[in-house]
Structures are given as structure tokens and as C-alpha cells.
């Protein structure tokens, strides 16, 4: 494979797109700083395909990344390839208002055809090319110029592997037959609506200190607040206030700017400072939560109870199972919430119910729930099987009716 210099102008960058942009696949990695910052800082990015590779640098005067966001938003017709893309989408979308399409993550994708849960990049590398990579340079400040041929054979290393790695993976998708399972989730890890930063949904984010509607008002409101103040600075949400902070004000709202001072988490500059009267304002204007706005899982209502949360626990050892028989993640498989909804007798609105999922696993996991399975130890190993098939066979029996 061929590597190329660092490539720092416009000229240069114009080049490489038009040539990757005939390839099937591109590898695309980025390095960036956001400790100090709210939106993060993008100083380099990785590129390749299965004949060359280059690092960018975003921060070199005068370069426009025009032609390598268009590659990456605009052009159909070339796969992107991600190991872990959440992050790097976000910065594409910080960029350009949109997201790389079509779209593939090796981190997701490594669920489906193992049992790994979300396997980091190192791992990944040495699972399917035996390599050991140099961490070194993991935690390099990026932002600092010039950067080392060391820093730039290790940042190239990240997407010159994942061009080898990705090729092989395909094979065993295919061959697995289990391609289409990852359709879903690439659509999800591709729509727009997961990087749009909208003040007004930030609440949902903290940890609500309870299902009340005015004290949920408050903190939307509070969260919206320290959004815009951390966007207008260009700050960490967290150096305006803590979410612990917000969600012990909204749970305790001071009566007037002074108390504010008495809060944990603030100093007493924000009795008579502009970003406390702010924060005031914005919990004057606080409103409760109407039903609808509260999010189903603030409103389930009571809770399992002993007996569903045996049954939940039950559901669990079958994902276990399953995924062990299928030789699939748990986490690309169900989600604990799932879960517990079926044990509490919700059926609709589950992703386990549908699609691959449910001829994987929810149509068994029902079956369980409704006792019409039932588990069963076989020549020492734990199985699943249908009451009638079991039944009088002198195996250890479990089951749920």
C-alpha cells in the first residue's frame, strides 16, 4: 500500500479524493481534542482504501476540506468504513450538517459475528492481522504542529489495518448469512438526528433525581440553559455546571439568585453574577413536563416486582444461550430494558419482537414467558426446549408458566 506524505493543501487533497472516490471502500479515521472545548477540534484525518493511504491535516493554512467532505457525505457510491464512528460522525455532521452514507462500523459488526462487546480498535488489529499495535502516540495533543512521522505513521496505522481487516470481515458476514442484520444498525448510526445538539432534549441526558413534572420542567429547562452557554463559549458542558448540580437544583430550586451560593457544585460568585441571573431566568421560565413529554422509561410505572424480575433474570440466562450458540454479542441482541418489558408483559414496541431479532431470539424469549418452554440440562449442557419435549425425560427442569 502506498503512503503518501501529510497532506496539507487543497491542491493535493483534490487529488486523492478523485482518486479514492473509484474505490469500492474508504477506511476513515479522525484525531481530535475536545477537553477544553465543546465542539471538538479536528486536527487530523486518516484515509484509505486497499491501494494508498494519507493523513490530512485540517489545521495547515489555507486547506479546504471540501473535496474530502464530499467524498465522505455526498458520494453514494463509496462505502465508509469506521471502527467505533460515533465520534467521527459527529464531527462530519458538526462539518457539514450531514453524515457519512453508506456507512459501516467493524465495531458493530464484530457483534455479529462474535461475542465481543464493542471490541476496541487494539484488540480488533491483533484478533484478525496478529499485530501488536504501538500505543505510544495514544495520547498525543494533535492540535500541536508539526507532528512527528512517528505521530503520522501511527495515526495512518489506524485506517491502513482497518483496510486489510475489513475485507476479510465482509467474507464472514457473508458467509454467515448475517449481512443484513447490520442494515439496521448502520441506518441508526447514519441518521442525522443522533448529532443534532438541541438544547431542548439535553435533560434527557441527566440522571432525573425524579418522575416528578415540575421538577423534570426544570431541569429541561436548566439543561437547555447550560447548553447554549456552553455552545456560546465553547466550553465543556461541565465547566458551566455539573449535571449533579442541575439535577440538585431542579430538585431543590433556590428561591432567589443569592442561594445560589449555598448550592454544592457552584461558587459564591453566582449570588450576583450575569450567568446566575441567567440560570434564574431560565428556571422563572420553567414549566412542567406534560404527560406525553415525559419519556416512556420515566413513566413505566411500578416495577417488576419479585416474580418478574426472576422472570427477567431467566430471559437473561436464554440470552446467554443464545448468544453463545449463535456466537453473537448480547448487546447487538437485546438491551436488559427489553428485557424486563417482556417480563412485565409489554410485547409491542420491542426491537427483540421483530425482524432477525425475534427468529434469533424473541420468539423463544416469548415462548419462555409464556411457558411454553422451559429449561433443560442435557448431557451437561443448559438448553432450551418445548415442555412437551421434555417432559418426563428425567432432565433437570426449569421453566415459567
Known amino acids: 500500500?502506498?503512503?503518501?506524505?501529510?497532506?496539507?493543501?487543497?491542491?493535493?487533497?483534490?487529488?486523492?479524493?478523485?482518486?479514492l472516490a473509484k474505490s469500492e471502500f474508504v477506511t476513515v479515521d479522525t484525531e481530535f481534542m475536545r477537553e477544553n472545548t465543546f465542539w471538538p477540534e479536528l486536527c487530523l484525518v486518516q484515509i484509505a482504501d486497499s491501494e494508498e493511504a494519507a493523513a490530512i491535516d485540517p489545521l495547515a493554512p489555507g486547506i479546504d476540506l471540501g473535496p474530502l467532505l464530499k467524498l465522505l457525505v455526498d458520494n453514494e457510491d463509496v462505502l465508509k468504513v469506521f471502527h467505533a464512528a460515533g465520534q467521527d460522525v459527529e464531527i462530519i455532521f458538526n462539518l457539514t450538517q450531514k453524515t457519512p452514507h453508506p456507512i459501516f462500523d467493524t465495531q458493530i459488526a464484530s457483534m455479529a459475528i462474535s461475542q465481543s462487546e464493542q471490541i476496541g480498535y487494539s484488540n480488533l488489529v491483533e484478533s484478525w492481522l496478529g499485530l501488536n499495535i504501538d500505543k505510544g502516540a495514544r495520547f498525543t495533543d494533535w492540535s500541536r504542529r508539526p507532528l512527528s512521522e512517528r505521530q503520522i505513521e501511527y495515526a495512518i496505522g489506524?485506517?491502513?489495518?482497518?483496510?486489510?481487516?475489513?475485507?476479510?470481515?465482509?467474507?464472514?458476514?457473508?458467509?454467515?448469512?448475517?449481512?443484513?442484520?447490520?442494515?439496521?444498525?448502520?441506518?441508526?448510526?447514519?441518521?442525522?438526528?443522533?448529532?443534532?445538539?438541541?438544547?431542548?432534549?439535553?435533560?434527557?441526558?441527566?440522571?432525573?433525581?425524579?418522575?416528578?413534572?415540575?421538577v423534570l420542567g426544570r431541569l429541561r429547562a436548566l439543561a437547555a440553559w447550560r447548553e447554549v452557554e456552553a455552545m456560546d463559549k465553547n466550553i465543556p458542558r461541565g465547566r458551566i455546571a455539573r449535571d449533579e448540580t442541575l439535577a440538585d437544583i431542579a430538585g431543590h430550586p433556590p428561591q432567589q439568585q443569592a442561594d445560589l451560593a449555598k448550592v454544592r457544585g457552584l461558587s459564591a460568585g453566582w449570588r450576583d453574577n450575569e450567568i446566575g441571573r441567567r440560570m434564574i431566568a431560565a428556571l422563572d421560565?420553567?414549566?412542567?413536563?406534560?404527560?406525553?413529554?415525559?419519556?416512556?422509561?420515566?413513566?413505566?410505572?411500578?416495577?417488576?416486582?419479585?416474580?418478574?424480575?426472576?422472570?427477567?433474570?431467566?430471559?437473561?440466562?436464554?440470552?446467554?444461550?443464545?448468544?453463545?450458540?449463535?456466537?453473537?454479542?448480547?448487546?447487538?441482541?437485546?438491551r436488559s430494558d427489553d428485557l424486563e418489558a417482556l417480563a412485565s408483559g409489554q410485547r409491542k414496541g420491542l426491537a427483540i419482537l421483530e425482524g432477525w431479532r425475534w427468529e434469533v431470539f424473541g420468539k423463544d424469549a416469548l415462548e419462555l414467558v409464556e411457558g411454553k418452554t422451559a429449561f433443560a440440562v442435557v448431557a451437561g449442557r443448559l438448553k432450551m426446549a418445548h415442555i412437551d419435549d421434555i417432559g418426563g425425560s428425567g432432565d433437570a427442569v426449569a421453566h415459567v408458566g
Open 158 to 214: 489506524d485506517v491502513t489495518h482497518l483496510a486489510k481487516i475489513f475485507p476479510r470481515m465482509l467474507k464472514r458476514l457473508i458467509k454467515t448469512g448475517r449481512g443484513e442484520w447490520l442494515d439496521a444498525e448502520m441506518d441508526k448510526l447514519a441518521d442525522p438526528a443522533n448529532y443534532k445538539s438541541d438544547p431542548d432534549n439535553m435533560w434527557q441526558r441527566i440522571r432525573a433525581p425524579s418522575r416528578n413534572p415540575a
Open 285 to 334: 421560565g420553567a414549566r412542567p413536563l406534560t404527560e406525553d413529554e415525559i419519556p416512556p422509561r420515566a413513566a413505566r410505572g411500578a416495577p417488576l416486582g419479585k416474580e418478574g424480575a426472576l422472570v427477567a433474570d431467566l430471559l437473561k440466562l436464554l440470552l446467554k444461550i443464545r448468544c453463545r450458540e449463535a456466537d453473537i454479542a448480547a448487546r447487538l441482541l437485546a
Open 1 to 19: 500500500m502506498k503512503i503518501h506524505p501529510l497532506i496539507t493543501t487543497t491542491a493535493a487533497l483534490e487529488d486523492l479524493c478523485a482518486r
